[in-house]
């Protein structure tokens, strides 16, 4: 199963990296009193397009930046997120000393010196540093931030002051432990009254002793107890890390989770199309690689608690099947059309005629332009499968009924007809206008089924 859908959802991965352009600056900041240095990393087409961008925020900047940028290059060019702007933000230094210590704890600690600054470090993200980066650039409604350690600490702080201020919040290896377990507590507290709207929170770090001392165990207790509907959040344990390497896997995990479902947002069944026979199921499978696919099968619109799809459903009445893949921000949430209906077998009995006047179709001679006509012999009763890949004007016919066309809003996406046949000689006629220079080969094959449940794309009839 898993080598066919392999080969069914195969893209071209092409070179679609930020290759960003990097843009140091800096603001002074009346709620910290300081001046602040930021660099802004910009898409390599930005100057070129008018695409409005998410930004990204990343604290502790001067070491968490390259890391992040890298990251989301690699998701990027492989179609899991969209491109964006991300605003590396460093700590400030005094005498050698980092300040971060201030900006990113809430309260005042005895174990931390200078702490207890993280409302006013909130207050110039807020009101000085957002509308900025607003102002000069080309910024979308969404917003993420990522902050590690005590920067976790300061993350899931802003969460729960300023739910609104960002969509996606990503924490590696938080410091929950601070200050008696501060927000464990506020969190306990809080976190049932607070307002989401599709907020986004990944929490990744450590397994074993330090997911207790860093008291990530509570907070995950915490969350699974009082998180209300409008926060969609993800935990993550890693083996062997230590509180440096987990933020890698904690950066990709979070992008990957804020942007799940952004991959699969033109997910198809597949079968794509055709005729389910009640009482004989087929199995239809759906892409569920980093998504989030519910559905029902009476008709009803599929929710957040709906039935999750384990990358394939047995039906014998797809009319009542709905699926929803739902991203964590909302906004990639889309219902997945279907395009297969219930009916009964389709019979050559009245064709019989009009196939003795035409020649038995050599489907082992591939048209290259024109017109592919004649009888198929199809050799017992069954379903059976057309696969193609059309350029445009392509279009397949069988029995002067239109199968599978090209459609734009697909491209050259693979389209396979499931069909349920009696044995007999059928018309198929194919249609392929001159291929022009970016069109795929055909690939046109025809697939018998012993059950419609079985792995039919190993019972090739016809392949080219």
């Known amino acids: 199963m898993r080598l066919f859908f392999c080969f069914l959802f195969l893209v071209t991965i092409s070179v679609e990296a930020q290759h960003t352009t990097s843009t140091k600056d800096s603001i002074y900041s009346n709620r910290l009193g300081e001046l602040r240095k930021i660099e802004i990393i910009l898409p390599d087409n930005y100057a070129a397009d008018t695409t409005h961008y998410d930004v990204w925020y990343v604290i502790d900047g001067e070491w968490n930046t390259h890391?992040?940028?890298n990251i989301f290059n690699f998701l990027v060019a492989i179609k899991f997120a969209p491109q964006a702007i991300i605003v590396n933000v460093p700590n400030r230094y005094v005498n050698g000393f980092n300040l971060r210590d201030r900006d990113f704890t809430p309260i005042q600690s005895k174990d931390v010196d200078s702490s207890g600054g993280a409302d006013k470090f909130l207050a110039f993200f807020e009101k000085e540093?957002?509308?900025y980066i607003n102002r000069k650039y080309r910024v979308s409604s969404e917003s993420g931030l990522f902050g590690t350690s005590l920067g976790g600490v300061f993350a899931f702080y802003t969460l729960l002051q300023r739910p609104d201020l960002f969509r996606f919040y990503t924490l590696g290896d938080p410091a929950f432990q601070f200050g008696d377990r501060y927000l464990v507590r506020m969190a306990a507290q809080k976190l049932k009254s607070v307002q989401f709207r599709n907020t986004a929170?990944?929490?990744?770090?450590?397994?074993?002793f330090s997911y207790g001392d860093m008291a990530r165990d509570a907070m995950d207790s915490i969350l699974k107890a009082n998180a209300p509907s409008g926060l969609h959040w993800h935990s993550a344990l890693y083996d062997n890390e230590t509180h440096g390497s987990s933020v890698f896997k904690s950066n990709y995990d979070g992008l990957k989770y804020a942007y799940l479902g952004y991959y699969v947002r033109n997910a198809r069944y597949q079968p794509t199309g055709g005729i389910v026979v009640k009482g004989r199921p087929i199995r239809l499978f759906l892409p569920t690689d980093n998504a989030e696919i519910r559905?029902?099968?009476?008709?009803?619109?599929p929710n957040r608690n709906s039935a999750l799809v384990d990358d394939h459903l047995i039906t014998d009445d797809p009319s009542g099947?709905?699926?929803i893949s739902f991203s964590p921000g909302g906004r990639y949430d889309h219902e997945l059309p279907m395009n297969l209906r219930t009916g009964n077998y389709l019979t050559p009995e009245k064709m019989l005629r009009t196939t003795r006047q035409l020649p038995k179709l050599d489907l082992q001679s591939k048209p290259v332009d024109g017109q592919l006509t004649g009888a198929v012999a199809i050799p017992r009763d069954g379903y059976y499968v057309f696969q193609l890949?059309?350029?445009e004007g392509t279009q397949l016919y069988l029995n002067d009924s239109l199968r599978i066309q090209y459609n734009p809003a697909d491209g050259h996406a693979r389209q396979t007809v499931?069909?349920?046949?009696?044995?007999?000689?059928?018309?198929l006629k194919l249609l392929h206008p001159a291929k022009k220079a970016d069109d795929p080969s055909l690939n046109f094959g025809l697939y018998y089924s012993e059950n419609g449940q079985d792995d039919w794309w190993r019972n090739p009839l016809v392949k080219w």
Do not use: E, H, V, W
């Open 418 to 427: 499931i069909l349920p046949l009696r044995k007999g000689n059928y018309i």
């Open 295 to 301: 559905y029902t099968q009476d008709g009803s619109l």
């Open 389 to 391: 890949t059309p350029s």
């Open 201 to 208: 929170l990944n929490i990744g770090g450590r397994s074993g």
């Open 129 to 131: 540093l957002m509308p």
């Open 67 to 69: 890391t992040f940028t």
């Open 321 to 323: 099947i709905r699926a």
